[in-house]
Every structure is written in C-alpha cells, then in structure tokens.
C-alpha cells in the first residue's frame, strides 16, 4: 500500500485541490510516477526469496523477448518498435506488473468539504468526494479483477485484458499472428491464478 496524504501542511494547496477534484486522473499519474521509480530487483536476489508471482512475471518477460526476438529476425517488427507501444505484443500492462496500490489520503481540504449522500452529483465522477453517512450494511471484502489474462490453447499466446468496471465481455478468440497465419480459432483459456485482482468492498450507506 502507498499512501498519498493530501494535506496542504507539506504540499501546496493549489495543487492538493486539483489533485481533490481531478483524482481519478492523479492517481493514475501517481501509480505511473511510483512505477518509473520502483527500483528493480537487487543482481543477489536469491532464488529462494522468490514469489510465484515473482516467477510467472520472469517467465512471461523472457517468453516476450523471446517472441519479439523472432519477430525481429523475421522482419515483422523494427528494432525501434520492438518492446514499446507500438508493438503491444511484447507489452505486459503495468496493472499486472504492480505489486502495490497507491491510495489518496484525504487531508484537511477533504475534511472541510464533506457532503451529504444526496448533494453527490454526476458532476463528482472521477473526484475524491467525502461524505457523511450511516453504514447500515458492509459487504465481505471480495476480489475485482483488473487485468485478466488468457492463454490460447492451440498457440499458447498470453493475452491481457484491463478491466475497468465491475462487468467486462471475455475475449474467446486469439489475436495472436500465429493463430491469424494459420486460419485456426484458437479458443482462449481464462488463466484464473495469472490474472490481477484488487479488493473491494460494498457499502450501503
Ligand atoms: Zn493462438
């Protein structure tokens, strides 16, 4: 978990408001912010310490490469694009990267402007709105997915799907160029233990 605090003691208030009324957009600022700076793992991390997690994101980079190596060699791809946004294939989203969640602290600014549920207006969507209210039930904290994955079963390709809502269409055919050259319907396997999860909770104020 990394906290945000926004309290304007340590912080400009100008910018502890814009980051209140445009949150959504300074989160995903922030994620990529900490995602620049993470520092990568020590060359004396041992084996041992490794998660399984640690060892399926190893295992995809290399199989990445390793794909966009071919298609180099083949001539499909350039140099230039091999590995960025141009080349999506040998692009891993950072969602599935992340091991952390960066959170907004709410500060004194937050503090002053509380609101009644009713008083939330559409106009509030992709804010960081405080308001005051009585729980009366609490959901279990369940799991949301956010990046889920698939592997095709006649090409074995990897592909990531971000999710952005609570309800998403599964993707049933592979997109992958082996699968295009050879005119097969490679069916799509949901990879449960791959794919990334948030927790979430539902409250009913
Ligand atoms: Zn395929």
């Known amino acids: ?33 900490i995602d620049a700076h993470m520092p990568k793992p020590s060359l004396n ?8 997690y640690d060892v399926i994101m190893e295992q995809r980079r290399y199989n ?3 794909a966009s190596q071919i298609r180099l060699q083949q001539g499909l791809i350039t140099r230039e694009n091999a590995g960025t946004d141009a080349n999506p ?7 599935l990267e992340r091991n952390y969640t960066a959170v907004l602290v709410p500060g004194e600014f937050s503090k002053k402007s509380v609101i009644q549920m009713r008083e939330v207006k559409a106009s509030n ?5 405080s308001v005051r209210g009585i729980v009366t039930r609490a959901s279990d904290v369940k799991p949301c ?18 999710i952005n809502s609570k309800e998403f269409n599964p993707i ?7 699968c295009k050259t050879n005119r097969v319907n490679g ?5 449960v233990k791959s794919s990334r999860f948030i927790s979430y909770q539902d409250i009913k104020i």
């Open 1 to 33: 978990m990394w906290r945000v605090p926004l309290s304007s003691a340590n912080r400009d208030a100008g910018f502890v408001e814009r980051v209140v009324k445009n949150a959504a957009t300074y989160l995903k600022l922030f994620h990529e912010v």
């Open 89 to 95: 294939v040998a692009r891993i989203p950072a969602e």
């Open 187 to 191: 069916q799509l396997i949901f990879q």
């Open 125 to 129: 969507i992709g804010q960081l709105v």
């Open 45 to 52: 991390f041992r084996d041992e310490d490794m998660t399984s």
């Open 172 to 178: 049933i055919q592979c997109p992958s160029d082996k």
């Open 145 to 162: 997915m956010q990046v889920a994955v698939y592997a095709c079963e006649c090409c074995g390709f990897e592909v990531y799907q971000l």
């Open 64 to 66: 990445l490469q390793l």
